[in-house]
């Protein structure tokens, strides 16, 4: 299918279709993701431990994101690897809330992480081919997602703080199983790729353009994920209610809806790379505000950066991936961007975090890590700049 209008993004029932998966899936994100270490530190866990395990799932994902994106498009069994990944992770997030001993809980992770890291990438490839000209507009399918997390998020930590940790396994798994249906209503791609896979696959890899692009992926999602690892935990250091921090979940997503709705205006006008370094900047001022209160109600306010930072970010890689991917490497761009971001900033990220937090506490983690963003993007524009004036006659 070939949408053009936004009209037909809206209109479309495959749109439709993707709207209710995107829902579903950030739905079930919202009702585990954000409260594993919450799950970590209940069953007597250190910060290096927990680190250390939200640190092992992403460098997952790093690895195996691109691999299984790499088998469907080799193989053509998009469909397959879908549904044998989603229920593979359910079944692991079910084995997850029954194990409090760390070192089972580790293999446990690693299974999880591997059966989970293919499935955006592939439903995010889906949608970009379905949208053929319109993919600009995909935002305004994914922002369902973003719903999805909103209503979750305060809904599952009202029901933690009444019902108890367990709650989230079991909304993620139900939502999770759910889901399946919804995807097999998806024009999931099927057949195989031309026989240059291999040759496409060491050009596309070595292309200067996607490289630069991913490294920096890499150095803003590593202050992403100390937020996503370890807000949480501060919150509940201050003694923030469960409630709060789903509210904090929800301020948040709010701040999504305008980016993801209006996100080809902002690739029209900036670009993806552009609008990659815009999230950057306000990376790092999002992490040096959770410096500047200990009332946990005000970070609801420093949460409506989160639209301005993961959003943008996933906007501008999903897109750009997307426009560099050569025919039939559609599957594997996105496991690239995805094991960019959910793997290795991820995994650097949450242990870097980890040790910072233990070693010297929250505030000065965030501070370091929000100066560090800002001085990345700082001396990338430099050298940008002095880039483009060498190319100058």
């Given at each position: 299918m070939n949408v053009e209008t936004a009209k037909g993004v809206f209109a479309h029932p495959h749109a439709t279709w993707s709207k209710a998966y995107y829902?579903?899936?950030?739905?079930?994100?919202?009702?585990?993701?954000?409260?594993?270490?919450?799950?970590?530190?209940?069953?007597?866990?250190?910060?290096?431990?927990?680190?250390?395990?939200?640190?092992?799932?992403?460098?997952?994902?790093?690895?195996?994101?691109?691999?299984?994106?790499?088998?469907?498009?080799?193989?053509?069994?998009?469909?397959?690897?879908?549904?044998?990944?989603?229920?593979?992770?359910?079944?692991?997030?079910?084995?997850?809330?029954?194990?409090?001993?760390?070192?089972?809980?580790?293999p446990v992770v690693i299974l999880f992480a591997i059966f989970l890291s293919p499935v955006i990438p592939l439903v995010d490839n889906t949608v970009m081919s379905m949208?053929?000209?319109?993919?600009?507009?995909?935002?305004?399918?994914?922002?369902?997602?973003?719903?999805?997390?909103?209503?979750?998020?305060?809904?599952?930590?009202?029901?933690?703080?009444?019902?108890?940790?367990?709650?989230?396994?079991?909304?993620?798994?139900?939502?999770l199983v759910i889901g399946v249906i919804v995807v097999n209503k998806l024009p999931i791609q099927s057949g195989g790729v031309s026989v240059g896979f291999w040759r496409d696959l060491r050009t596309f890899s070595s292309d200067r353009?996607?490289?630069?692009?991913?490294?920096?992926?890499?150095?803003?999602?590593?202050?992403?994920?100390?937020?996503?690892?370890?807000?949480?935990?501060?919150?509940?250091?201050?003694?923030?209610?469960?409630?709060?921090?789903?509210?904090?979940?929800?301020?948040?997503?709010?701040?999504?809806?305008?980016?993801?709705?209006?996100?080809?205006?902002?690739?029209?006008?900036?670009?993806?790379a552009g609008l990659l370094k815009i999230a950057m900047f306000f990376i790092g001022l999002r992490l040096i505000g959770y410096t500047l209160t200990s009332v946990p109600i005000f970070f609801l306010w420093i949460q409506l950066l989160h639209g301005l930072t993961f959003a943008a970010v996933w906007i501008a890689g999903v897109s750009y991936a997307a426009e560099i991917a050569p025919d039939g490497l559609g599957a594997t761009a996105q496991g690239l961007f995805s094991g960019t971001i959910l793997g290795l900033s991820a995994a650097v990220g949450s242990m870097l975090g980890g040790v910072l937090y233990q070693a010297f506490g929250a505030l000065s983690m965030f501070r370091l890590m929000g100066m560090s963003t800002l001085m990345v993007l700082a001396f990338y524009l430099l050298f940008e700049r002095r880039m483009d004036g060498e190319k100058s006659p």
């Open positions: 829902f579903l899936y950030y739905s079930a994100a919202a009702a585990l993701i954000p409260y594993l270490v919450i799950y970590y530190d209940r069953i007597g866990l250190s910060e290096r431990e927990i680190g250390l395990l939200t640190g092992i799932a992403p460098l997952v994902t790093l690895v195996s994101a691109p691999l299984w994106g790499g088998y469907a498009d080799k193989s053509g069994r998009h469909k397959s690897v879908l549904n044998f990944a989603i229920l593979s992770a359910a079944v692991m997030a079910a084995a997850l809330s029954t194990i409090t001993r760390f070192a089972i809980l580790i949208l053929g000209d319109a993919r600009r507009r995909y935002g305004r399918l994914r922002l369902w997602g973003a719903v999805g997390w909103g209503i979750t998020a305060p809904f599952v930590g009202w029901l933690i703080d009444r019902s108890g940790i367990r709650w989230s396994f079991i909304a993620y798994v139900l939502l353009r996607w490289l630069t692009f991913l490294a920096l992926v890499f150095m803003g999602g590593i202050s992403l994920a100390a937020v996503s690892s370890f807000l949480f935990l501060h919150m509940d250091d201050l003694g923030a209610e469960k409630t709060i921090m789903g509210l904090a979940l929800t301020s948040a997503t709010i701040s999504e809806i305008p980016i993801l709705f209006f996100g080809d205006r902002l690739l029209n006008r900036f670009g993806s």
